[in-house]
């Protein structure tokens, strides 16, 4: 059962343009983990977002999770082709781990 | 480097073959994860071990099994391999058993990549 829905699937944007990538659940997240995954490796931890409403920066890319804590976003500013990847959002839940299909994004210098 | 060291990096096999996955968690780490991903079915949880012990089952098939031992290192057992099980196989470390969202920090390896022929 897919609990974890991303969107978009796929995003090709120009360098230096902005973007908003999701991640929502029909449940309320107990916390949430977003990575970055590159062609042919294991998926980097980005981050970890906990408290409902809570907002992280790392330098160009802002998490926020949401109040009710069911969704969380993604935003880059001015994207770089460096941060072509595929973006995946995790939840644990007691013992289970579930990943989001993910949003692949490419950033076209 | 996530210090999650996986090998070998690939692997080609036959049908109805048995190979044998290994993991070397971050230091400090007691959690082992195993993952499978492929084009359809993105990245699957399988099995998890805390500190020698079977934490958690995903979608891990019979046919399919891991261990942990005692230095923590982990291996994954695939057996009687079909044309379907060709993927990447991730393992992952995190420093707790679960429950609580620090556990759910997980670190991964390079991965395995398997191919069935």
């Known amino acids: 059962t897919q609990l974890l829905e991303q969107s978009p699937q796929f995003l090709s944007i120009q360098e230096g343009e902005n973007l908003t990538v999701y991640c929502n659940s029909s449940s309320v997240f107990s916390s949430l983990q977003w990575y970055r995954q590159e062609p042919g490796e294991g998926p980097v931890l980005l981050v970890t977002?906990?408290?409902?409403?809570e907002v992280k920066k790392l330098k160009r890319l802002t998490f926020q999770f949401g109040d009710a804590r069911k969704d969380s976003s993604l935003h880059i500013t001015a994207a770089q082709p460096g941060d072509t990847g595929l973006y995946l959002c995790?939840?644990?839940?007691?013992?289970?781990?579930?990943f989001g299909t993910g949003t692949s994004l490419t950033v076209i210098p | 480097d996530s210090g999650v060291t996986q090998t070998p990096k690939h692997l080609i096999t036959a049908t109805g073959q048995r190979v044998t996955l290994r993991c070397s968690p971050r230091s400090g780490d007691l959690s082992v994860y195993w993952y499978q991903q492929s084009l359809d079915q993105g990245l699957q949880f399988l099995i998890q071990y805390y500190n020698g012990e079977e934490r958690a089952k995903g979608n891990i098939l019979e046919r399919f099994s891991a261990q942990q031992f005692p230095d923590l290192h982990s291996e994954l057992n695939l057996s009687s391999l079909e044309l379907g099980d060709s993927a990447l196989y991730f393992c992952?470390?995190?420093?707790?058993?679960?429950?609580?969202?620090?556990?759910?920090?997980?670190?991964f390896g390079p991965g395995t990549r398997l191919t069935v022929t």
């Open positions: 995790a939840e644990g839940r007691g013992n289970q781990f579930y």
């Open positions: 977002v906990v408290t409902g409403g």
């Open positions: 992952a470390s995190s420093v707790g058993p679960g429950g609580r969202f620090l556990s759910y920090e997980q670190y």
